[in-house]
């Protein structure tokens, strides 16, 4: 059959609408990664829940890259294993000391602390492995730390452009304004700043980023490598290890990705509203609560309950860790009255309090008129007039642990010079409340 312009162009149009059709039908791959490190066994929960938030909220084909060691038990990884399949998606597990051996262990002797501290696990420096351990195939990549909640279809994200340099993340000062707080320098921002590394302006959380390893591998010397030597090259000023390097590295140069996509959740709680939009929540560390009043708190728990590591179990070993913990707070608090009512059937007792004080503190504990009471001010010097070895000290200081530090320093001794007079007095409870976090973070 011949066909006419007219009859030709019909049906040319029909084809490519169909293939238009496939290809926007088509998912998204994407590649997000995850480190984890986990010699107790009860960290890998966290980046369980992120996971699944990762994949609830989209339909996207998402392959985890998850960076680990030998310290993630095999229960664990079948959880992680038991996740992905819940949700037809994938994950892939990497051992990077082992994967990469003598990379790891030049980079551990240019600097050992940023591999073993006390503050850091080495697992925070497998993000710099990347353009290494991740097969060659794979050209960009979303890094997440584990206390993430992706609240929003990563595709988006997936889709945003990154320039010449590589790397994407979002100022610290981007989610501070949104807020419509100022900024202001830390120390470490000082130090970038005086070093001609990054200004406020341009600090950010590497808690989230997106990487094109591409471009990474194009470079002369491998990042961990390279992070290692500028931990070594500013030991005094690099507190933040694996962050501070990648701000060294990109704050000159990095694509600027939109606020929503970091919020640091104390931020949030400190200067927004207590909802939920759709975004990336980032809970730094330890800031997780039982408080589902909050929706931001109860986002967490939310997800935290689609995940494997939450079962029938979970809500009565939650309850027996916590009635554990008040008993032996509770344990504690009364080992320290008994040691503080003894050195007082010894010596005589000199109460040191701020002035507004004075009037209860007599009447909580019955003073008698001759009984001394030293009214301080923030900022005056301690001195201590009554001597020692008839005398014992009690303070009701709301910085108990900086008097005790002056006072060890000076050469005293606690309980038998003095003692935190506080723990005497039935409405101080901070030592006997059992904090949200004891179930959520041990069990």
């Known amino acids: 059959m011949v066909y006419g312009r007219q009859d030709f162009l019909i049906p040319m149009f029909d084809i490519m609408r169909k293939a238009k059709s496939f290809i926007g039908n088509k998912k998204e791959h994407v590649h997000a990664c995850f480190c984890v490190s986990d010699a107790s066994g009860t960290y890998s929960k966290f980046a369980g829940t992120a996971i699944c938030s990762l994949f609830e909220n989209t339909a996207a084909h998402v392959t985890v890259h998850l960076l680990t060691d030998e310290t993630l038990a095999e229960d664990n990884r079948k959880r992680f294993i038991d996740l992905a399949a819940r949700y037809g998606q994938e994950i892939i597990f990497y051992d990077v000391p082992e994967q990469i051996k003598e990379t790891w262990q030049e980079a551990e002797k240019t600097f050992p602390d940023g591999f073993h501290s006390e503050r850091y696990t080495s697992a925070n420096m497998y993000r710099l492995t990347l353009p290494e351990v991740l097969p060659p195939e794979i ?22 452009e990154i320039n010449e340099s590589g790397f994407a993340a979002v100022p610290d000062l981007d989610v501070l304004s949104h807020y419509g707080v100022e900024g202001s320098p830390s120390e470490t921002t000082a130090y970038f700043s005086a070093n001609n590394t990054a200004t406020l302006e341009t600090v950010f959380n590497a ?7 591409d471009t990474m591998r194009a470079r002369k010397e491998s990042l961990l490598l390279t992070g290692a030597r500028l931990l070594a090259e500013h030991e005094d000023g690099y507190k933040s290890f694996d962050n501070d390097i990648l701000i060294d590295l990109f704050a000159r140069t990095y694509t600027h990705l939109d606020w929503h996509y970091n919020i640091r959740l104390p931020w949030d709680i400190a200067y927004g509203e207590a909802r939920v939009i759709p975004a990336i929540y980032h809970y730094i560390g330890r800031n997780y609560s039982l408080d ?38 509770m344990q504690e608090r009364m ?9 007082c059937r010894r010596r005589q007792r000199v109460f040191v309090g701020l002035a507004v004080d004075e009037a209860r503190l007599r009447e909580d504990f019955a003073l008698e008129d001759g009984e001394p009471y030293m009214a301080l001010a923030p900022g005056d010097a301690l001195r201590l007039p009554y001597d020692v070895s008839t005398h014992v000290y009690l303070f009701f200081w709301p910085d108990y642990g900086e008097i005790k530090g002056m006072m060890e320093k000076a050469g005293y001794r606690e309980y038998e010079h003095f003692a ?7 409405e101080q409870t901070d030592d006997l409340l059992t904090n949200d976090l004891a179930w959520l973070w041990y069990l």
Not at 298 to 307: A, C, E, N, Q, V
Not at 420 to 426: C, E, F, I, K, V
């Open 139 to 160: 050209v960009k990549v979303i890094y997440f730390d584990a206390d993430i909640i992706v609240h929003l279809d990563i595709a988006e994200l997936w889709r945003e």
């Open 207 to 213: 808690g989230m980023f997106v990487m094109r390893l």
């Open 292 to 329: 589902c009043t909050d929706p931001r708190h109860k986002l967490f728990l939310t997800y935290y309950m689609k995940t494997p590591w939450f079962d029938e179990h979970t809500l009565y070993r939650a309850c027996k860790t916590a009635e554990n913990c008040a008993l032996a707070r």
């Open 335 to 343: 080992k320290t009255i008994r040691r503080i009512m003894d050195v």
């Open 420 to 426: 935190d007079g506080t723990r005497l007095m039935p």
